[in-house]
């Protein structure tokens, strides 16, 4: 941010530090730009500025907050269908274990079953 600041000399010194938070905005440095947003207020209302820059200035202002949150909305769509994904595969695996459950069981009792009839043949 320094860095951008030392090349703003001149008249037009607010949009060249606009142009800096912007830029800020954009790579990712949303918190940093957050905290600047009162010092652009306090540092705009000591200047007097047409319409038009102060329109601009909250434009881009408002734009680049939507681009951190478009980044934001992406991410938790992404975050969903992945555990929408996970949830399927454990719907899945589920499934699987509760089919070879019941085969087991159908497996066990005709066992059961066989071992009783051997039984009672014996006893007879």
């Known amino acids: 941010m ?3 600041m030392s090349m ?9 530090w606009y142009s ?19 010092h652009f207020e306090v540092f705009f209302s000591g200047i ?3 319409n038009v820059i102060a329109t601009l200035f909250i434009f881009v ?9 478009e980044k934001k909305y992406s991410k938790a769509k992404k975050l969903l269908r992945e555990f929408q994904q996970r ?7 589920e499934e699987f274990y509760l ?10 009792n005709a066992l059961v079953k066989t071992l009783k ?5 014996c006893y007879c």
């Open 2 to 4: 320094l860095v951008l």
């Open 8 to 16: 703003c000399a001149g008249t037009h010194e607010y949009v060249c």
């Open 20 to 38: 800096s938070f912007v830029m800020l905005c954009i790579i990712g440095h949303a918190e940093y730009c957050s905290h600047l947003i009162s």
């Open 48 to 50: 007097f500025v047409d």
């Open 61 to 69: 202002l408002l734009q680049s907050q939507y681009i951190v949150l």
């Open 87 to 93: 949830e399927q595969d454990l719907l899945h695996r």
């Open 99 to 108: 089919q070879l459950l019941q085969e087991k069981d159908t497996e066990y």
């Open 117 to 121: 009839d051997r039984v009672s043949y």
